[in-house]
């Protein structure tokens, strides 16, 4: 079967910048797989996740991302996100006078639209119907479809309106990207119940933690670790565990390159 995401000996670096911060990432995640990314502060985990959403910021520099077997290096962000690559960005931007429900309707017929250009986007009633099928599930109360998009929302909140777009969107890749002082309680549970209800076998998922916590709840079928802008370690949920218990330190002492 055919991966959903392959990355090949990814090197990255910020946009003008000299410093490699990706130096030869190697990851494949199949079709169904939940991959947990750890690894030490600083060590490229956020990089590359904005490097697969093709963030301008970051420049490419040798290697390959392959999505459903498709290059996807040379396309903008919105072109592989149709393709069904999501990101849940870690600082979500709060748009004042637009609400959930009219934020998801824009992004359901703006794909809709760029799949076939004479589509007129989804009917109101259909769309209502889908935003309370995909709340429901999530559990959620359906007057969040009428609140302002992250205008005055908490952590929770926020966490709770990106899951929200997840459902509606259907992706088949979701990356996940915590933020480094973690999620409080509320906001790691609605992320975690959140993702647990859209696994699937259709969803692959790439949850990128610090803290081995949230994996609790989502349980990754790999581990992997990142130190220095590489891959060093995978394994399976008990990968987590160890770190859990023994911290990044080995991690350092086994893998670092001493400075010249
Ligand atoms: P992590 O998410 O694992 O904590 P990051 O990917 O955020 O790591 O950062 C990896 C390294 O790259 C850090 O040294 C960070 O300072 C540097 N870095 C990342 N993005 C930028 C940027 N836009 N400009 C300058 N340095 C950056
Ligand atoms: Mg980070």
Redesign the pocket.
Known sequence: MGATLEIRNLHAR?EGEDIE?LRGVNLTIKKGETHALM?P???????LANVLMGNP?YEVTEGEILFEGQDVLDMEPDERSRLGMFLAFQYPVSIPGVTVANFLRHAINARMKAQDPESKGISIPEFRRLMKAKMDMLHMDHSFAGRYLNDGFSGGEKKRAEILQMAVLEPSLAILDET?SGLDIDALRIVSEGVQALKGPDLAVLVITHYQRILNYIKPDYVHV?FQGQIVESGGADLALKLEENGYDWVREKYAVPAE
Do not use: E, L, P
């Open positions: 910020v911060i690894g502060n600083g060590s490229g985990k956020s990089t910021a480094d990142m």
